[in-house]
């Protein structure tokens, strides 16, 4: 079963601002789960549907196998969800901000209160219980939003942006926390505009780039492929066939020129090397770049972009 599902989910704010322009995702239980884009891409639009806090314009949502439109209070008790926003009451002690969260899922207070502790210490903030939220550091206001989303057992734990402003340590073992959770069976979705933090963290990934998934595949394969780079080769004679050498695909642009994808195993000095078997130099190169790095450096410029503003502001 799909710990999520989504067939062409639209959502306009308004009446023209599209947000999601017909997304279709399926994310098996168990996965870890990424997604990546932008600011403005539309992440928190599409977490903001799936939890139930924003309505969708169309298409369909199935959490854990129960479809929001039918079975909406089934699919918001699978969902643990750790926003992008601080949305707590921070004039509430920490402890009771976990427990009074069991309570909206009618756990009783007393085991509430049993379940509050697990989360809290999972998180490493038992010892601030008693403190008013306020008083919380940014760091420990997001791990506290992580364990209010842990205290009903969730089967799918979604957090948005989870580690922004949060500085360097925190996020190492925030993230090592996150695998755990995943460890113990609770599928784990999380946006980032960092890619590092998805190439860490996530087996899945996919790109989501002004409402479109642009791209979705396993985190090594894309790995694979970004590495794979892609460079015009001169040649110092002309060609009349394209040489065939194994592990690298090899296209003829004219007569001088080769366009070649290099995987990272054999390198460039690989290539050149089987070329020049084949009585083929290589006079000049050029490095192109794949269409995934294109993506990956626009995201990161964008991201950069977003960085930059906020710091300012
Ligand atoms: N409540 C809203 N009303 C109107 N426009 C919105 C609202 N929330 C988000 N948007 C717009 O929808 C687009 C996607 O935003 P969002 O989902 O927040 O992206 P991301 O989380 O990837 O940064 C942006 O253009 C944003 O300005
Ligand atoms: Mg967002």
Redesign the pocket.
Known sequence: MSALLLRDLRKT??NR?E?LKGVDLEIPEGEFFALL??????????ISIVSSL?NKTSGRVEVCGYDLDRDREAAKRCIGLVP?EVNFNQFEKVANIVINQAGYYGIPRREAIVRAERCLRQVDLWDKRNVVSRQLSGGMKRRLMIARALVHDPRLLIL?EPTAGVDIEIRHSMWEFLRSVNRRGTTVIL?THYLEEAENLCRHIAI?DH?RIVVNRRMQELLAEVQTQRYTLELKYPISQVPVIEGYAVEREDAYTLIAEVPPEGGVHGLFTRLAAQGIEVQGIRNGSSRLEQYFMRLIAESGDRDGAGAAA
């Open positions: 704010y308004g601002l947000a884009g932008p600011n403005g891409a539309g992440k928190s639009t599409l924003v992008q948005d946006t989501i409402g």
